[in-house]
C-alpha cells in the first residue's frame, strides 16, 4: 500500500541536482561559457539581490598533477567545469546550490541559519513500515523526471564547441546512475582509440570524499521529491556476513526461480531497466552514454571469481583498514601501500595494507560479490544495493576520520592523479564543490551514523523532528497557552464566586449528606447539584 500511496507523487516534480543546470544547457550559456541562472526568490542571477550569491570566475586548481594521464586538453573533464563555463554561481554563508537556492548540507530554515542532524540507521534497524517507504522513494526516483537537470548526451567537440547543445532529460534516480558513469567513464581519443587509466572518482584520494558527497546528494534529492525532510539512506554493515543479507523480495530483490543472473518478478527492482553498461560499446563508437535502456539489473550474488574474492570482508579487516594512520601514501593510485584509503577501496591486502592487484578486498569486494550490474565500475550504480554499500564504507571512512582527527592539510593537494588534488573540484557536479570540503566529519555535514552515534546524541536526534516541527509552529504554541491561561483564570474566578455565594446561602438540607443505616449499613448519597 506504501508504494501505491506514493504514487501520486510522480506528478510533482520538483528540483534535482546532478550535472548541467537545465539552465544552463542553452547554446547561449555554453558560448558565453556561464552558468549563472536566476534565483527564483528574487529573480536575479544566484540571488545576489538577497546576498545569497554572485556569478564569478571560477578559480581552478594549478597544482600539479601525477604522471597517470599523460594528455593535455583531450577529456572535457580536465579542469572541470572550464571546458563548459568559467563563470558559476559563488554562494554566501550557508547558501548552496547551482543558483544558491538552497542551504548547504546540515542548515535549514528560510534563510540557512538553523542547524540540523540527521541520522542514517542500518537497513535492518528499520521497521517494516521505514522499509517499504524506503523502497517505496526509490521507485519514485527512478519514475519521477528531473526538473532542473539534463545529461550530455555528446562531447563538447560533438556539440560543435557549444554551439549545437546536445544534452537529454532524465530520471532522478538515473540521473545518479549517470553522474558515476561519466565520472569514471574513459577517455575518448578519437578513432578507436581510448586511454582507460583514468578516473575521478576511483584508485585515488578523492574515492571517499567523492561518493560522500554523491550520496549527500542521493539523499537530498529523495528529500526534496517525496517532502520527507528527514529521510536518510540506511546503510548494510556486511561485515563477516555469509552471505547477501538483503537480497530477499521484502528488501534488494531476491533471485529469480530460474534465472539466476535475474532478480525475483516479486521484487518490483526486476522491471527496472539499467543505463551505462555498455562502456565498450560507446568506445568502440566514441560516443557517451545518452542514457538508452539496456535490459534489467543483473546480479548472482556468491557465483563469483572466488581467486579474486574469497569471501565478504570480516570485521577483523575493517578494523586492520582502520588502524592505518596515512590517509594516502606514494604514488596515490591503486598502487598505494599503507594506505587507508586504497585499503578501504579493496586494492591493498586488508591484512597487510599492501597493493595487491590480483585480490578485491573491502569495498571492491561487495561489488565482485555481487556479480552484475554492480560488478562493472561504470554502471554498478544501477543496482540500488550501491547505495546500501556505499553508506556503510562512508560510515568506515568516518570512523577513522573520528579516530585519527586528520587536518584538512593531510588530502593531498598536489601531486595526485588527475581530479583528485584537495582544490580540484569533483566531476561533475555542477554547484562546484572541492574534494577537501568533504574531507571532514559527516557531522560537520549534517548526518551521523546510529551504531557510531553518542546515545546522548541519538536521544536529541531523536527529538529533534518534533522540536523542529514545535519550533514552526512555536508563535500559536505560546499563542494558544495565553488564551487558555486566561480563560482558565475566567473560569476558576467564576467558580470560586460561585462557591462563595453558595456558603452564604445554603442550608443544612441542602449541603452533601452522607448516612449511614446502622441497621444494614448500607450507604446513601443525597446531594444537590
Request: hydrophobic share 35%.
Given at each position: ?24 544547457a ?55 567545469p ?22 548547504r548540507?546540515?542548515?535549514s ?18 521497521s ?12 519514485l ?8 537537470y ?16 546536445m ?8 540521473l545518479?546512475?549517470?553522474m558515476?558513469?561519466?565520472v ?8 578507436s ?31 526534496k ?12 554493515d ?23 543472473q ?6 518490483f ?17 566514441q ?73 578485491s578486498?573491502?569495498h ?5 560479490y ?17 547505495i ?44 562546484l ?5 568533504f ?6 555535514l ?13 536521544f ?26 486566561i ?17 452564604i446561602?445554603?442550608?443544612?438540607e441542602?449541603?452533601p ?17
Amino acid at each position: 500500500m506504501c508504494l501505491l500511496a506514493l504514487g501520486f507523487l510522480l506528478g510533482i516534480l520538483q528540483p534535482s541536482s546532478g550535472q548541467f543546470p537545465r539552465a544552463c544547457a542553452s547554446s547561449e550559456s555554453l558560448l558565453r561559457k556561464e552558468c549563472c541562472p536566476l534565483w527564483a526568490g528574487d529573480m536575479s542571477p544566484c540571488g545576489e539581490l538577497s546576498g545569497r550569491g554572485s556569478c564569478q570566475e571560477i578559480l581552478l586548481s594549478r597544482a600539479p598533477l601525477g604522471p597517470q594521464f599523460p594528455f593535455t586538453g583531450v577529456d572535457d573533464r580536465e579542469d572541470w567545469p572550464a571546458v563548459f563555463y568559467n563563470r558559476t554561481c559563488q554562494c554566501n554563508r550557508n547558501f548552496m546550490g547551482f543558483n544558491c537556492g538552497e542551504c548547504r548540507f546540515g542548515f535549514s530554515g528560510p534563510n540557512c541559519v538553523e542547524r540540523r542532524m540527521l541520522m542514517r540507521r542500518s537497513i535492518f534497524q528499520l521497521s517494516s513500515r521505514e522499509k517499504n517507504k524506503f523502497l517505496a522513494y526509490l521507485n519514485l526516483a527512478k519514475h519521477t523526471p528531473s526538473q532542473d537537470y539534463v545529461i550530455a548526451s555528446g562531447t563538447y567537440a560533438q556539440m560543435n564547441n557549444g554551439s549545437t547543445p546536445m544534452f537529454r532529460n532524465i530520471n532522478v534516480y538515473d540521473l545518479f546512475v549517470w553522474m558515476h558513469y561519466y565520472v569514471s567513464h574513459d577517455t575518448l581519443l578519437g578513432g578507436s582509440s581510448v586511454w582507460r587509466d583514468i578516473d575521478f572518482a576511483h584508485e585515488a584520494p578523492g574515492f571517499l570524499p567523492w561518493h560522500r558527497l554523491f550520496l549527500l546528494l542521493w539523499e537530498h534529492e529523495i528529500q526534496k521529491i517525496t517532502g520527507d525532510k528527514n529521510f536518510t539512506i540506511p546503510y548494510w554493515d556486511w561485515r563477516d556476513a555469509e552471505g547477501c543479507d538483503v537480497c530477499t523480495d521484502e528488501l534488494m530483490g531476491g533471485r529469480h526461480p530460474t534465472n539466476p543472473q535475474l532478480l525475483s518478478p516479486a521484487s518490483f527492482f526486476s522491471s527496472w531497466q539499467v543505463i551505462c553498461s555498455l562502456s565498450e560499446e560507446y568506445n568502440s563508437r566514441q560516443a557517451l552514454c545518452n542514457a538508452t535502456n539496456e535490459g534489467p539489473i543483473l546480479r548472482n550474488p556468491g557465483n563469483h571469481d572466488k581467486t579474486r574474492t574469497p569471501r565478504l570482508p570480516s570485521s577483523a579487516e575493517v578494523e586492520f583498514c582502520l588502524s592505518l594512520t596515512q590517509y594516502e601514501s606514494g604514488s596515490m593510485d591503486k598502487l598505494a601501500n599503507f594506505s587507508f584509503r586504497n585499503t578501504l577501496e579493496g586494492f591493498a591486502n586488508p591484512e597487510t595494507g599492501i597493493a595487491n592487484m590480483s585480490q578485491s578486498s573491502l569495498h571492491n569486494a561487495l561489488h565482485i560479490y555481487m556479480n552484475g550490474s554492480m560488478s562493472q565500475v561504470q554502471g554498478s550504480a544501477n543496482d540500488p544495493i550501491f547505495i546500501l554499500h556505499h553508506a556503510f564504507v562512508d560510515s568506515i571512512f568516518e570512523q577513522w576520520l573520528r579516530r585519527h582527527r586528520p587536518l584538512r592539510e593531510v588530502y593531498p593537494a598536489a601531486n595526485a592523479p588527475i581530479g583528485h588534488n584537495r582544490e580540484y573540484y569533483m566531476v561533475p557536479f555542477i554547484p562546484l564543490y572541492r574534494n577537501g570540503e568533504f574531507f571532514t566529519p559527516s557531522r560537520e555535514l549534517g548526518y551521523d551514523y546510529e551504531y557510531l552515534a553518542d546515545p546522548v546524541d541519538s536521544f536529541q536526534n531523536f527529538l529533534m523532528p518534533y522540536l523542529e516541527q514545535a519550533r514552526q509552529i512555536w508563535q500559536w504554541l505560546v499563542g494558544a497557552a495565553v488564551v487558555g491561561g486566561i480563560i482558565t483564570a475566567l473560569i476558576t474566578g467564576l467558580i470560586v464566586l460561585g462557591c462563595r455565594k453558595k456558603r452564604i446561602g445554603s442550608t443544612a438540607e441542602t449541603q452533601p449528606l452522607l448516612m449511614e443505616s446502622e441497621d444494614d449499613h448500607n450507604v446513601s448519597y443525597q446531594s444537590n447539584l
